[in-house]
């Protein structure tokens, strides 16, 4: 297949009341593990590059490898921008072959977010690329990202109502207690804001931060217009530790013998998070 949008994907989840699963790609090793589990799963799949993955691997290395990945399978994949910093990196990424993007203007007061999103969004539609943004802001660090706890908020309904109303945006990403990274104690979703939320916001709704949140929550989520959840510290932490016990216990060094078992071992984290996300059997 030729990779689609996160809208032909999303909108389709949020009405059956399931979640794709977005995952961080930087190179092939990673972006294997992840289309091999969404076939086995048989289950749509979205491959997210930050900035600092297209800055790692290359613009044209990361679309080509994308498009090959797509164009081998049965399953609908999409290659999103993972929070795009400002309009030229959305548009960079379309003019790419990027098939969604995410602009990140929750670092920015509320006025400034929506005329930033509201750009992104007349630019985008125009050429058929939906585009995801995001209100509240998430403590952590991701990629190039990084949030204190006294910077970090909540997303607030009503104000999340008037944000895609006067965007347009097609998904909105919520901060509700989720975080970047590794969570310090047992991550507590607050649910009462995110049933609010989609009782009042008419779009897809996305967790980021997703890696360490117990399963039973990711799947309560999902029954409250989560269509789309992202991971990446896991696949991180899964590659680590496959390569380290490589390292550390064997004498080789041919690298395929340390990067092929981290492939394996993210391409079960992947197939379990696509179990839970309730996305298996929906490709
Ligand atoms: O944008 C990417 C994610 O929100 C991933 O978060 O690294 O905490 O899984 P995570
Ligand atoms: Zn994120």
Redesign the pocket.
């Known amino acids: 297949m030729v990779l689609v949008s996160n809208k032909e994907l999303m909108d389709k989840a949020y009405e059956e009341g399931y979640a794709v699963g977005?995952f961080?790609i930087n190179n092939m090793e990673i972006l294997q593990a992840i289309v091999s589990a969404a076939v086995e799963e048989n289950s749509p799949v979205i491959l997210?590059a930050?900035t600092g993955a297209i800055k790692y691997a290359g613009m044209d290395y990361l679309v080509s490898m994308a498009r090959v990945a797509a164009q081998s399978v049965d399953i609908p994949i999409s290659l999103h921008l993972?929070?795009g910093p400002d309009f030229e990196w959305a548009m960079r990424c379309i003019r790419g072959g990027f098939t969604s993007v995410m602009i990140d203007g929750s670092k920015y007061p509320y006025d400034q977010n929506v005329a930033l999103t509201r750009r992104v969004v007349e630019s985008a539609h125009a050429c058929g690329v939906p585009v995801e943004a995001e209100l509240g802001r998430l403590v952590?660090v991701?990629d190039e990202i990084s949030v204190t706890e006294r910077e970090a908020f909540f997303t607030d309904p009503e104000e999340a109502r008037n944000f895609v109303e006067e965007t347009g945006c097609d998904s909105l990403a919520v901060s509700i207690g989720n975080?970047?990274?590794i969570y310090k104690g047992e991550p507590k979703l607050d649910f009462e804001r995110l049933e609010e939320i989609h009782g009042v916001v008419e779009v897809p709704l996305v967790l980021?931060?997703?890696?360490?949140i117990p399963d039973h929550d990711i799947t309560r989520a999902t029954k409250h217009g989560i269509s789309k959840i992202?991971?990446?510290?896991?696949l991180?932490l899964a590659f680590r530790d496959a390569v380290r016990k490589v390292v550390c216990e064997t004498d080789v060094y041919d690298p395929r013998k340390f990067v092929g078992p981290a492939r394996d071992a993210m391409r079960e984290v992947v197939r379990h998070k696509i179990r839970i996300f309730g996305s298996k059997d929906r490709a």
């Open positions: 977005a961080n997210a930050s993972d929070h952590g991701e975080a970047h990274g980021h931060g997703a890696s360490g992202n991971i990446d510290t896991e991180r």
